[in-house]
């Protein structure tokens, strides 16, 4: 008789570590980072300015090794970028090829992957879905910083991935383009089944977006708590940020934030 097994999480962090060396000997930013991220959840990281949040998502997407600890990819330990996972980084002005169009750089991760024809068709949906069709031959220097940013969401859109590695996506955008954005992404996750992690600074984004919002907090930085957002599935950028849920967990998450580990 054969032995059902539990699938493996998407993302798994056990113990998870990371230290850099400075001129003064070595800074710890990260210790005893421990989390997983299910499939099709969205889970949302807060946390104060300099706590860890890019290193940490740096680390889950391959681009840096951690310093101790394990992180696993669908139960395969991370040895570089896997494959299907997309990153949308917090600084989108390095993250863009000034030299190539919009079109350019959305097509960046799939020009050598897909025919012609389906790298169009690609582009072009990655672009309306972002509102930047009319933007396709404009370079990124001729860009506002929130249409380049869009410009990057676009280029992870385009993959199809199915993990979304999110850094503050959505901070230099105006308040209308974000809550579409954020509408849009829910939507992603319902039609495609993708899995997030999404870092924000912002904690009602947090809330508004998230199956379970982490908090990030001390020096090193660690998960010091991690709460289910009892929402359900269903969104609405009114009723959900006045739901009785959403305010509690706002109110707590406040003081959570800044508290000392
Ligand atoms: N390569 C490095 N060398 C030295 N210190 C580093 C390095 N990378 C990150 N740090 C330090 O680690 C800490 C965390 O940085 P990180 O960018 O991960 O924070 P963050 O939470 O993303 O901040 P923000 O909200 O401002 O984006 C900071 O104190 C930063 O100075
Ligand atoms: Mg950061």
Known sequence: MSVAQAPSPV??????????????????????????????EILSIVGASGTGKTSLLRIVAGLVAQSSGELSFRG???SGPPLGVAVVFQDYAN?????????????????RRFSRAEC???????????????????????LSGGMQQRVQIA?????APSVLLMDEPFASLDALTKSSLQDEMLRLRDETGASFVF?????????????RVAVLRGRPGTIAECHPVGLGRERDQVGTRAAPEFLRLRQHLHGAIGAHA
């Open 11 to 40: 993302f798994a962090l056990r113990d998870l570590g990371y230290s850099v060396s400075i001129r003064e000997g070595v800074r710890e930013i990260l210790a005893g980072v421990s989390f997983e991220l299910a499939e099709r």
């Open 76 to 78: 395969v330990p991370v």
């Open 95 to 111: 993250a863009l090829l000034q030299w190539r169009t919009v079109a350019g750089n959305v097509l960046l991760g799939i020009e």
């Open 120 to 142: 169009n068709d690609r582009v072009a949906s990655a672009l309306s879905l972002v509102g930047l069709e009319r933007h396709a031959r404009d370079y990124p220097w001729q």
């Open 155 to 159: 280029r992870a859109l385009a993959l």
């Open 199 to 211: 870092i924000t600074h912002d904690i009602e984004e947090a809330i508004y977006l998230g199956d």
